[in-house]
């Protein structure tokens, strides 16, 4: 028997079986066992506490393992109704799916109130990407400079752009995860779940050039953030996103300028020189390759267009 369902009987062994119990136990079981991120762990439970707050108002219940698929198909309707966004009411639909699974799998429930209840339907919107003209345009321009700064910036846009990782994982590498004698690069995605990917010969050019800045700068140290402000301190969400858009901003006008644009960028030109689908899933750390197929929307998109202009009965 799991250590956490020791924890859990000790916690209600007085007590009546309320959902905070149920939801804590959840969290703690999401947290230590399947590794969630908090951003995650904060979703599940904003979700769940909403969810316990209408069933006390509206049945006057106080007890999640007392639901049945009829209050949580009212519950939906009622945010529905309230003008919330389809996606927000998915990812609600997800949260009490994994809640209640859990609840089921332990036995604290026999029938499990979410089986029947499906996402609502939500109208495709297809990853936004920035032009590969453009990139290459800012790319082989001089405006970065040679100097910590301007090598640093260089390298953060180069490297999301081209190694297609996250926001989060680019801002957690360190020296160590670097290897540029085999042009590899170790990141750390969702769930821990580490991945190797390589690294082209100007990324690691370039790499190099960038540590010999900061080494003058800062000194080196193996274990310490590859990327570092001008202060030196480890890079941080707000700081990347304010250059990912002031640089993207010279070259396009499209109103996305952001981390996962130039993630977005990578996918799909990857897949418009004929790269393998299942080849960019693994790339991106994707757990799903239907994860990975949206990008093949923005190919045969072009590939209409390109149809149109070119065929003589189109």
């Known amino acids: 028997m799991p250590f956490f369902w020791h924890n859990f009987n000790a916690k209600v062994s007085s007590f009546h079986f309320h959902m905070v119990v149920y939801s804590q136990i959840f969290l703690d079981h999401m947290q230590q066992v399947k590794r969630c991120s ?11 506490g909403y969810f316990e707050a209408f069933l006390e108002k509206q049945y006057a219940i106080r007890g999640a393992h007392l639901a049945d698929s009829g209050m949580v198909r009212s519950w939906f309707a009622d945010l529905s109704g309230s003008g919330t966004a389809k996606s927000t009411i ?78 989060s994982e680019l801002i957690q590498i360190r020296e160590k995860d670097v290897n540029p004698y085999d042009m590899r690069l170790r990141v750390y995605g969702k769930g821990k ?14 790499y190099m050039r960038y540590m010999e800045q900061k080494e003058r700068e800062f000194g080196r140290d193996g274990e310490s953030w590859v990327f570092l402000t001008d202060k030196g301190r480890q890079l941080y969400p707000v700081f990347v ?15 996305k300028r952001s981390p996962h644009v130039l993630r977005h960028s990578f996918a799909t030109h990857m897949l418009d020189h004929g790269a393998d689908l299942n080849a960019i899933k693994e790339l991106l750390g994707h757990a799903n390759l239907s994860a990975t197929q949206i990008y093949t929307h923005n190919t045969i998109d072009k590939i209409k267009h390109v149809y149109k202009q070119a065929h003589p009965k189109a």
Do not use: C
């Not at 990853?127 to 400079?145: H, K, T, Y």
């Open 38 to 48: 908090q951003h995650t762990l904060t979703a599940y439970k904003s979700d769940i």
């Open 90 to 167: 998915n990812r609600k639909v997800s949260s009490l799916r994994s809640f209640y699974n859990y609840l089921e799998k332990q036995n604290i429930i026999k029938n499990n109130p979410m089986l029947r209840i499906r996402s609502v339907k939500k109208p495709g919107h297809l990853p936004a990407s920035v032009e590969e003209s453009n990139l290459m345009r800012l790319f082989d321009s001089e405006i970065f400079g040679d100097d910590f700064a301007g090598l640093r910036d260089r390298l953060l846009l180069e490297l999301l752009y081209t190694s297609g990782i996250r926001l």
């Open 193 to 206: 779940k580490e991945r190797v990917l390589p690294l082209l010969r100007h990324i690691v050019d370039l």
């Open 241 to 255: 996103y304010r250059k990912v858009r002031h640089y993207l901003g010279l070259v396009t006008t499209r109103a």
